[in-house]
């Protein structure tokens, strides 16, 4: 149960404010999750709406690299509601189940595919490291190119900012959603 009652409805709002209600409604179909929380700073949803549209939609990675860096987010910040919103969407993208594994688990990734390794590498030392090592980095230029590694890591950065927002405020996996074993 969130700490705090979502803003999901307009009516929750001042009519100035609905505007910024119906860009988000236009880019996500509702406003829900972290959403119902950013509303309560006038402006603030809707410019990481925007962020996020852009890191989705405007992104070189494909869909699994996507997904492999919001899983790998969600595992390093415990981020159980991220989790169980995205963990289906990596499945329908096509994403291996032992990549999934080895991120839900914290698992060792070295007998996963080169991409499959070296993404989840790449966020596990960002988030726990707050840096990434030269040959990890290197590796993800070399197979890519440095927009594509920009785009991975804001990837990484809009999601670990979510999962703050989530955790924060008490957002809990869907009842009905892949559960995420959390401390």
Known sequence: ???????????????????????????????????????????????????????????????????????????????????????????????????????RSRGDVAKLEPDERDVITYTRQLLRNNRVEQDVFDALVQRHDVRWLVELTATIGQYQYIAAINNAFGMEARPDGEQLPVP
Request: proline residues 4%.
């Open 1 to 103: 149960m969130p700490r705090i009652e979502l803003i999901t409805e307009k009516s929750q709002i001042p009519e100035e404010r609905h505007a910024e209600y119906d860009e988000i409604v236009g880019v996500l179909g509702r406003v829900g999750g972290p959403f119902g929380i950013l509303m309560y700073s006038p402006g603030l949803a809707e410019m990481v709406c925007k962020t996020g549209a852009h890191v989705r939609l405007k992104s070189e990675l494909t869909m699994v690299e996507r997904e492999l860096a919001v899983l790998s987010v969600c595992r390093e910040k415990d981020a159980a509601y991220e989790w169980s919103s995205h963990v289906d969407v990596a499945r329908k993208a096509g994403m291996r189940e032992e990549a999934i594994d080895a991120m």
